[in-house]
């Protein structure tokens, strides 16, 4: 599964994107984060305001109850401030 | 029902796209347009700087102009949103709508706008006058409210 990131994410996780290899029982969003943030302190400081950090699931919004299995590229953003 | 998305690096002209939206058109009464300019804060930035996801910007916006087709009577949609660096007073976002009659269309460029601004994936920072790359803007709860009015 790829993962990408962007704006103040990308800045605190120190890459634009990675492949991983997810261990059995992350099936949603929220799961995903958890074992994120126990990778290293690099997410832990990207995701330390779990509510903040937006996530889409192939291009599509998803919440952090969204399941993920079959998704190709997740990814995790701040708030939007485009227009 | 002319729909035309761009995510663009360069520049835009308002006439020109209001006249590619509105050529060989008799049915079309009112085109609304809205253009998103950089502001400097009173002198405090020489640039924002804007990223973008490449992909979803395109699929999100194309959702966001389908919702508008299906709430208002639309004959055509041009909506263009930049990324890259942009200085104070360069256009950064333009949205056209274009009705038989005017509420549609102006109701339609303000939702298109609200959306935009809450849900396509665009992330501004800030470069200051002093050189150094600011910071990142943060969303706006107003803007929020402002989308929420369209439930």
């Known amino acids: 599964m790829k993962l990408v990131y962007f704006a103040w994410v990308r800045e605190r996780v120190g890459r634009t994107d990675e492949d991983v290899e997810l261990p059995d029982g992350i099936e949603t969003v929220a799961d995903l984060v958890r074992w994120l943030k126990s990778r290293g302190e690099e997410y832990e400081y990207a995701f330390e305001n779990e509510a903040v950090v937006r996530a889409a699931i192939d291009h599509v919004h998803a919440k952090p109850e969204a399941a993920i299995a079959g998704a190709r590229e997740i990814a995790f953003f701040p708030p939007m401030t485009g227009g | ?151």
């Open chain 2, 1 to 151: 029902m002319t729909v035309s998305i761009r995510i663009q690096a360069e520049a835009f002209d308002v006439a020109a796209e209001t006249a590619a939206l509105t050529e060989g058109r008799a049915d079309i009464g009112a085109v609304v347009a809205f253009t998103g300019l950089c502001r400097d804060e009173g002198g405090r930035l020489t640039a924002l700087e804007l990223e973008h996801y490449p992909g979803m910007a395109e699929a999100e916006i194309a959702h966001i102009a389908a919702q508008a087709q299906d709430r208002w009577p639309l004959l055509g949609l041009t909506i263009i949103h930049r990324f890259g660096k942009v200085l104070p007073g360069d256009p950064i976002v333009l949205v056209l709508a274009a009705s038989s009659h005017r509420r549609a269309a102006f109701e339609a460029a303000d939702f298109l706008m609200d959306y935009l601004k809450t849900r396509a994936p665009f992330w501004k920072r800030e470069h200051l006058k002093d050189g150094t790359a600011g910071e990142w803007v943060e969303a706006k709860d107003l803007d929020d409210e402002a989308a929420q009015r369209w439930l």
